[in-house]
Nanobody
Framework: QVQLVESGGRLVQAGGSLRLSCVASGLPFSSYSMGWFRQAPGKEREFVAAISAGDRSTFGATVKGRFTISRDKAKNTVFLQMNSLKPEDTAVHYC?????????????????WGQGTQVTVSS
C-alpha cells in the first residue's frame, strides 16, 4: 500500500522560509518522480514543483526562483524548500508520486497523493 505523509506546514510570516517533507512508502521511491501541488481555499489545485527519478526539477511559475525541491533516496523523502514566502503561498500543500507521463504540472498525471499539510503565510 502506497503512503505519502507530508509534514512541516505551519504559520510563518511573509518573507520567511519553510521546508516541507514527504515520506513515501510502498513504492520504489528511487524510480519514481515526485511532485508538490497546493490548493488555496476556493481555488484549483496548482502545480508547485516536481523532481524526476533522475533528479531533474521543474517549478510552477509562481514559485520559480523562490522554492527548491530535493530528495533523499536513502530516506524515501522528498523536500520542498520554500523561501521568500508570500501571503499568496497560503494553501494546503500536497505531495504526489508516480507520474504517468505528459506534463508534470497536470495533476491528473499523478497517481498517488498525500493528505496535505497546511502552510499559512501572514502579512
Amino acid at each position: 500500500q502506497v503512503q505519502l505523509v507530508e509534514s512541516g506546514g505551519r504559520l510563518v510570516q511573509a518573507g520567511g522560509s519553510l521546508r516541507l517533507s514527504c515520506v513515501a512508502s510502498g513504492l520504489p521511491f528511487s524510480s519514481y518522480s515526485m511532485g508538490w501541488f497546493r490548493q488555496a481555499p476556493g481555488k484549483e489545485r496548482e502545480f508547485v514543483a516536481a523532481i524526476s527519478a533522475g533528479d531533474r526539477s521543474t517549478f510552477g511559475a509562481t514559485v520559480k526562483g523562490r522554492f527548491t525541491i530535493s530528495r533523499d533516496k536513502a530516506k524515501n523523502t522528498v523536500f520542498l524548500q520554500m523561501n521568500s514566502l508570500k501571503p499568496e503561498d497560503t494553501a494546503v500543500h500536497y505531495c504526489a508520486a508516480s507520474f504517468s507521463g505528459g506534463t508534470m504540472s497536470d495533476e491528473a498525471a499523478w497517481r498517488y497523493w498525500g493528505q496535505g499539510t497546511q502552510v499559512t503565510v501572514s502579512s
